[in-house]
């Protein structure tokens, strides 16, 4: 088992609708959560990070985090064109001590206009 | 949020020479950075944490002299590529870990391209 996976996609979603990105994760002592966006050809850039169980909003964006099903997600709200990208979710997993921010695969998301 | 730089973002270089690359955290103290490289419709892979003052920790299979990092100070760190390959061209990424929201930030990237 992968120790953070999420859906490689692509999720296509129309303009105006919400996208949902999901992610789930091994380390049930994992307690840092993070949605990080990465356009093409440019490095990632820190959308969310959550910490405790329940839903954070910031704008738009809205993340979730259920510990006990060890699963985490991204919601968009009125997706627009540019939130067209690769959507990484990264899990601080910690090993002997060290802790080592974690990444799924990414879930490429296109909003059609 | 917190701003990583990184510098230069595009390199192009013969074979054999060296290059290297700084990041730099602007507004914070980072004790930890990262370094990752991308190939083209890949993901990040991590080659190697660096702790200010201290020896970086390089992940397997990452070449450590050829990957030479340095991390002097709490806002700077430098990778360099040593005897650069054309294979050794990718996207390489820094990392900074503001340490009181214990949060990576990313630095624009630099592309490197060995001819």
């Known amino acids: 088992q992968k120790e953070v996976e999420q859906n490689s996609g692509p999720l296509s979603v129309p303009e105006g609708a919400i996208a949902s990105l999901n992610c789930t994760y091994s380390d049930r002592g994992s307690q840092s959560f993070f949605w990080y966006r990465q356009y093409s050809g440019k490095s990632p850039e820190l959308i969310m990070f959550?910490?405790?169980?329940g839903d954070k909003e910031d704008g738009r964006f809205t993340a979730q985090l259920n510990k006990a099903s060890q699963y985490v997600s991204l919601l968009i709200r009125d997706s627009q064109p540019s939130d067209s990208a690769t959507y990484l979710c990264a899990v601080i997993i910690s090993n002997f001590g060290n802790e080592k921010l974690t990444f799924g695969t990414g879930t490429r998301l296109t909003i059609i206009p | 949020g917190a701003v990583v730089s990184q510098h230069p973002s595009w390199v192009i270089c013969k074979s054999g020479t060296s290059v290297k690359i700084e990041c730099r955290s602007l507004d914070f103290q980072a004790t930890t950075m990262f370094w990752y490289r991308q190939f083209p419709k890949q993901s990040l892979m991590l080659m190697a944490t660096s702790n200010e003052g201290s020896k970086a920790t390089y992940e397997q299979g990452v070449e450590k002299d050829k990957f030479l990092i340095n991390h002097a100070s709490l806002t700077l760190s430098t990778l360099t590529v040593t005897s650069a390959h054309p294979e050794d061209s990718s996207f390489y990424i820094c990392s900074a870990r503001e340490r009181a929201k214990n949060i990576q930030y990313f630095g624009a990237g630099t592309r490197l391209s060995v001819l």
């Open positions: 959550i910490y405790s169980n």
